[in-house]
């Protein structure tokens, strides 16, 4: 049977899961969304006419910087018991992947067995919904419909840099002080990092992180599995390394990102560099509007092999969330295979999205 999350305002517990130091944990592990007594719906696709525009990071225009700074200003001014506050949309991370959560089925269900939605299959759906209502709540916060987040695009040499608006300090409300400031300074990502500075020419950097994008999308993804992660079905209760299998954008350069932003020598590697903490970075939701782009943009190479699952394990997994309006919904992976559908898309160059393309390892 499909994993299952619960009504996630009933069904909930403190994180533990993946945190290493508890006791001095930078961030909350309190990590239960707030109840509102509201009884989950089902989702309706949305039905506006325009479709929002994902913008490269590096690049975006004034009105788009503007407005997605604005956005996060308002949502961090929230309450944070509200559920579009910053810390409500980033304890939604927490919750699902530290073990806030159990899995429920249509029988007795599994109260001993958590939610871990990342080193399997679950991966790329679940972050694509996380985003959708993010985005649709920072766009309904200032009131702009065709508000779209900006993505981090480290596989094209420019977008490489974390980019500017994140730097300048506080009050910048992009800014986020739990960072490791050698590698913001220095700011050209390593797309392989593991923990270990290369110290090499960004020249090379560069073309190592080509070769990356290339061996994540087409040598190491060539089939649904590999690029998704292994099977994880009601039951089962999945952990790094054994089965199921993880992905392979999801062990290489997703990870690395995260470990690479995060703040090395914190108890957990705040913000970045651990599940329950990532979701205080605003730069978690550009990498992660990047790495659902990659989803895209695997599918869009059509080569032999670049398909969707087709399980019904995998198709009817389905995820709560508040939505835009305030509403519990229940999502499930078949509804977010098409971005169209669900109005958002990427802008791209206008000679392709593959720089990478000829960079084979
Ligand atoms: Cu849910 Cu990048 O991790």
Redesign the pocket.
């Given at each position: 049977a499909p994993i299952t999350a619960p009504d996630i305002t009933s069904i909930c517990q403190d994180a533990k899961d993946g945190i290493r130091n508890i006791a001095t944990a930078l961030r909350t592990t309190k990590c239960c969304p707030p109840s509102l007594g509201k009884t989950v719906k089902p989702f309706r696709f949305p039905t506006e006419k325009t479709v929002r525009k994902r913008w490269p990071a590096h690049a975006g225009t004034k009105k788009q910087v503007d407005d997605y700074r604005r956005a996060i200003k308002a949502m961090r001014e929230l309450d944070d018991d509200h559920p579009h506050s910053f810390v409500s949309q980033a304890k939604i991370?927490c919750a699902?992947?530290n073990g806030g959560y159990t899995q429920v089925d249509s029988g007795t269900g599994f109260p001993d067995i958590n939610i871990q939605?990342?080193n399997s299959w679950l991966?790329f759906p679940?972050?694509r919904w996380?985003l959708y209502f993010y985005e649709r709540i920072l766009g309904k916060l200032i009131n702009e419909p065709e508000f779209a987040l900006p993505f981090w695009k480290w596989d094209e040499p420019a977008g490489m840099p974390i980019a500017e608006m994140f730097l300048p300090e506080s009050p910048n409300p992009l800014y986020d002080e739990l960072r490791d400031p050698d590698h913001i300074q220095k700011r050209l990502i390593d797309l392989d990092y593991a923990g270990t500075d290369k110290d090499i020419p960004d020249q090379q950097q560069i073309e190592c992180n080509l070769a990356t994008v290339y061996r994540d999308l087409v040598r190491n993804g060539g089939d649904t599995l590999s690029f998704f992660g292994g099977e994880y079905v009601a039951g089962d209760s999945p952990v790094a390394g054994t089965d199921p299998s993880v992905g392979s954008v999801?062990s290489g350069s997703?990870?690395a990102v995260?470990r690479w932003v995060g703040k090395r020598g914190t108890p957990n590697s705040e913000d970045m560099g651990n599940?329950y903490s990532?979701g205080y970075d605003p730069v978690?939701y550009i990498?992660?509007a990047n790495?659902d782009r990659m989803w895209k943009l695997w599918k869009d190479l059509r080569l032999p092999g670049h398909v969707d699952p087709k399980e019904d394990d995998w198709l009817n997994a389905s995820y709560v969330f508040y939505d835009e309006n305030e509403d519990l919904v229940r999502v499930y992976n078949k509804d977010c295979v098409d971005v169209r559908r669900l109005k958002y898309d990427f802008i791209e160059n206008s000679d392709g999205p593959f720089p990478w393309r000829k960079s084979r390892p």
């Open positions: 991370h699902y992947c939605i990342h991966f679940f972050h996380y999801e997703h990870t995260h599940f990532a978690f990498h992660h790495v």
